[in-house]
């Protein structure tokens, strides 16, 4: 294990009725002028809107509204939150959402308290924010773990690149699993199907021996993968729900990362495919992670071989490592098609794969996992996810 300093600074809410325990509590300790960020409308048709206005109100907030917050969320976007924030001397922010509504808050938040542009801050002058504005997360879509870190994904449609950009942390995240209830099924599985990839992304990072922090991924990987057969077998199932929330928070948390170097290539690949396509980011790591898999097994088999026996469960015997290492990465592949992701691009609705050699060479290469690859390899890697 490498040496670490751990430290967590978002207090989180779990539980039915958490909002109505947390929010009064938290709000008393905040400025009176509150920017209630939303996404495309879902908060209004299943009840979450009028709730988090009702305790607003409650509270004696001057409430402000920044909606329409979309999937893949856009610097554009984060430009125009920003200026209202300026604009209305917003003293909070309250995201209310999915990944993409928390991730925008994330930056609309440092980009409120400067008037230089974060995105160039970051990529040009290699500088991160120091001043943010507070914000809160209550989190209505999970898998992503977004409400957990200060990292938030961002599409500059300019540029055709979809980055991990450094925001701020929320002060909060109240996680309530009857609220996920209305999310369309294909997205509650795509979404537990990112926590699964966050917990391999981190498990295959460095080094590569096996301690504490990966024990604990494993149990995390075991209870995604077991509470979403649960959930294809009763979607109703509050509990199964409560269980995905919190492994996706786990896998964000920093816990499993403690004393590691994640990989998050598959991630990179995943981000530049949605820069190209606005793809659902689950569906596309979905695709990705058994073919990046099969090309780098060889250079991390002991650690494919105990992911195989401790995570899917493949019985030791009369297999060679390769076979074992190969037969833990076919089950992951057998399980994607089970709960009905999709298993190509082309079954995901990307038909158009004269974009690949593009995506390919605009994606980040880490260094985190068992081989780093290179431009060309991430493209053969596309072309077989065709
Ligand atoms: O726009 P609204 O109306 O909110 O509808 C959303 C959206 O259409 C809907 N939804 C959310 N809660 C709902 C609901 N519909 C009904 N009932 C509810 N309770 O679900 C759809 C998807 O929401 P979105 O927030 O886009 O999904 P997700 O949570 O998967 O977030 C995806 C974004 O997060 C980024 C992804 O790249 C993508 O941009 N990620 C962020 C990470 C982070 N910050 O740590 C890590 C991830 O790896 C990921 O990259
Ligand atoms: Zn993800």
Redesign the pocket.
Known sequence: MNEFAYSYPVKTYFGQGAAAKALPAELAKVGEKVLLA??????KN?G?YDEMVSILKEAGKIVIEFSG?????TYKKVQEGAKLCKEEQIDFILAV???????CCKIVAVQARTEEDIWEMEFTKHRFPTQALPMGAVV??S????EQ?A???ITNEEKKI?AGVFGTYAEFAVLDPA??L???FG?VV??AF?TLS?CMETYFGKPQETFLSDEINEAVMRNTIGNIRSLMKNPEDLYARGELMWDSAMA?NGILKIGKVTDFQA?QIE?QL?AYTDCN??QGLAVIHPVLYRHIYKEGLEKFKRFAIKVWDIPLEGKTDEELALAGIDALADFIKEIKLPTTLTEMGITDHSILKAVAESSNITAGCCKKLTSQEIEEILKECR
């Open positions: 939303y996404g495309g409308g879902s908060i299943n979450i917050i979309m999937s893949n969320p959402g999915g990944g993409s509504v928390i991730d209505t879509a898998g992503t773990g977004a870190n990292g938030a994904v979809k609220y996920t209305s999310v369309p997205q795509s979404g990112d966050h964000e991630h981000h949605g980011h689950g």
